[in-house]
């Protein structure tokens, strides 16, 4: 055995240890991502990898929402790798939805509806419109992904919302929409939808508590910013 090889096992081995007795407190970002390669590198000193991912894309979040196509212009990363890593990514989203629903998430801090909410649509490429159903306790009954594209051109959202509601017996909701590659501030058609969406749900007695833009990691609040 190379000493090259006995000392990159040793090293994945205190990663390991550490994250057993503590988590991820005290890793930089390269090492927690360094640890996630390790399960998908079976040897070798993945630590360079880990380090040039996030020079390449800038933060752990970003490399983690990087496409696969995007992964493998990195040295040392492969189609398998890729794919691999992006799957990770999405695990964690499914994580999330599945939680929220299963669990039933209980959404009363702004800081756990934005990080939820970027698990589930944050790398996605098109625009999309999500609804978070809500019970009296605020907690998530449902999470429905409403469709792509813009916002302004979607007139058949207000009923889907009030029949999604009326069936899952919620008694508020929550928006929220990505702007890929933009900036988190809302156009005359989302402030437009969102007017059309709450006088909607109003008459069936469901209210709207926010509606949450998403764009890389900035959010925008229309409750915040006195748009509801």
Known sequence: MSKLIHNGRGHRQRLRERF???????????EVLEF???FIFRQGDVKPIAKELIKTFGSFSKALDAKPEELQEVKGMGENSAISLAALRKALGFYFSDAAKSQRLQLTKM???VDFLKSQIANRDNEVLFAIYLNAKNEVLDLCELGEGTLAQASAFPRRIVEDGLKLKATSLILSHNHPGGVAEPSDGDIAITDEIQKAISLVEI????????ADNEYYSFKRNALL
């Open 111 to 113: 800081s756990t509806l």
């Open 20 to 30: 057993a007795n503590s988590g991820f407190e005290g890793f930089h970002d390269y």
């Open 36 to 38: 996630l390669l390790t």
């Open 207 to 214: 209210s709207l508590q926010d509606h949450i833009i998403i």
